[in-house]
C-alpha cells in the first residue's frame, strides 16, 4: 500500500492555534498553505506560524486572480507582455524607454510641464496634411479660450487675442524689420492706408493730388494758379507787396469817390513827394477842392491892386 502524506487542514480561513516544528497545515477557506517554524515550545511546537504559498497568499502561477492589501516590490518588475487595464502610481514615475499613449485623451494635472526636447510635434498622424492640421495650436483655458491655431483656408497662423512685443522689439518678414514701435521699414512701399495723423516732414513723389482731395490739381505754379482761378503775379502785385508797413490798412480806407479822384492823376514823383508828410486835414483839404490854378493867381484876377475890400485897400 502507498504511503500517503497529509497535512492538517481547516475548513475555514483562521490559523491553528499551533503547529509543530516543520508541520505543514492547509487553510481551505482562503486557500493558505502554512508551516510551523522554530522549535521549543512545549511538546514540540513550533515557536511561530508562517503562510508560505496557496492562492490565497501569493501570485499563482496561473488562473485569474484578485490581489488586495499593499505590496511591496523590490528588483525587477516585468510587464511587457501585460495589458494593465488601470493604474495608479503614488510614487515618482521615472520611464528610461519610450512612452506610447493611444488613448483619446492625455490628461496632465501637474502645475508645471517641463520638457527637454527643445521641438513638439502637434498632428503628427501617419499621413498628415494641411487640411488635417487645420485648427491645431495651443489653447489656453480662461473665462474664454485664448487660441493659436494653424487654419488652412487661410494659410496662417491665427491669434484669438493681442499679440504684445516687448520693448524694442519689432517685427520682421524675410529677415527685414517691417514695423516697430515708431516706424514702418525702408521695404515697406505700398499700403491701403485711409487716414494718417498730422505728417511733419517728408518729400511727396506720388501723383498730383486733385482739388476735390485738398490739392492744386497741378504740378507747376501756373498750373496750380490757374486751377484755383489765382491772377498770375504781376509787377504792380510786387509793389504793392513791398509798400510801407499799414500803408495797405490806409488805402482799405479810401471810398470810391476818392478813388476816382486819384484814378487817372498825372502826378509825378516830386509831386507825391510833396503830398508825403502833409499833416492838413481833410476839412483843411476840402478847402481847395475845385481848385485849378495857384491860389493867388486866383485872387490876382479878381481884384485890382488898389481896390478895397469892405473898405480896406491892398
Known amino acids: ?30 486557500e493558505v498553505l502554512l508551516y510551523g517554524k522554530g522549535t521549543g515550545g512545549a511538546g514540540g511546537s513550533a515557536t511561530s506560524i508562517i503562510e508560505i504559498g496557496g492562492k490565497g497568499a501569493f501570485v499563482a502561477l496561473a488562473e485569474t ?11 525587477v518588475v516585468d ?7 488601470s493604474f495608479t502610481c503614488n510614487q515618482n514615475l521615472t520611464v528610461t524607454g519610450n512612452l506610447t499613449v493611444n488613448g483619446t485623451t492625455t490628461t496632465v494635472n501637474s502645475t508645471t510641464v517641463s520638457l527637454d526636447d527643445k521641438n513638439l510635434e502637434l498632428g503628427s498622424t501617419s499621413s498628415p496634411s494641411d487640411a488635417g492640421a487645420s485648427g491645431g495650436g495651443i489653447t489656453l ?27 524694442n522689439k519689432v517685427l520682421r518678414i524675410d529677415g527685414v524689420s517691417v514695423l516697430s514701435k515708431t516706424s514702418l521699414g525702408s521695404t515697406v512701399t505700398g ?16 501723383t498730383t493730388i486733385a482739388i476735390s482731395s485738398g490739392g492744386t490739381g497741378a ?27 499799414g500803408a495797405s490798412a490806409a488805402l ?13 492823376a498825372t502826378l509825378s514823383t516830386s509831386n507825391l513827394n510833396v503830398l508825403d508828410g502833409i499833416t492838413a486835414t481833410t476839412t483843411e483839404l476840402n478847402y481847395v477842392d475845385g481848385v485849378t490854378s495857384a491860389i ?9 491892386a488898389n481896390s478895397t475890400i469892405n473898405g480896406g485897400s491892398f
Open 1 to 30: 500500500m502507498a504511503n500517503i502524506i497529509r497535512t492538517k487542514r481547516s475548513t475555514g480561513s483562521t490559523n491553528p492555534s499551533q503547529l509543530a516544528n516543520a508541520e505543514l497545515a492547509f487553510k481551505e477557506g482562503n
Open 65 to 75: 486572480q484578485t490581489i488586495t492589501g499593499n505590496k511591496t516590490f523590490t528588483g
Open 79 to 85: 510587464l511587457s507582455s501585460a495589458t494593465v487595464q
Open 141 to 167: 483655458k480662461g473665462s474664454t479660450d485664448k487660441t493659436f491655431n494653424w487654419i488652412d483656408s487661410t494659410d496662417s497662423w491665427t491669434s484669438s487675442e493681442n499679440i504684445e512685443l516687448a520693448a
Open 191 to 206: 499700403s491701403s492706408l485711409t487716414s494718417v495723423g498730422t505728417i511733419t516732414s517728408g518729400t511727396w513723389n506720388g
Open 219 to 245: 504740378t507747376t505754379a501756373s498750373g496750380a494758379r490757374s486751377n484755383l482761378g489765382v491772377q498770375a503775379a504781376a509787377a504792380d502785385l510786387s509793389n504793392l507787396s513791398s509798400m510801407q508797413s
Open 252 to 264: 482799405a480806407l479810401l471810398t470810391s469817390t476818392e478813388l476816382g479822384i486819384l484814378d487817372g
Open 296 to 304: 493867388q493867381t486866383q485872387l490876382d484876377t479878381k481884384l485890382d
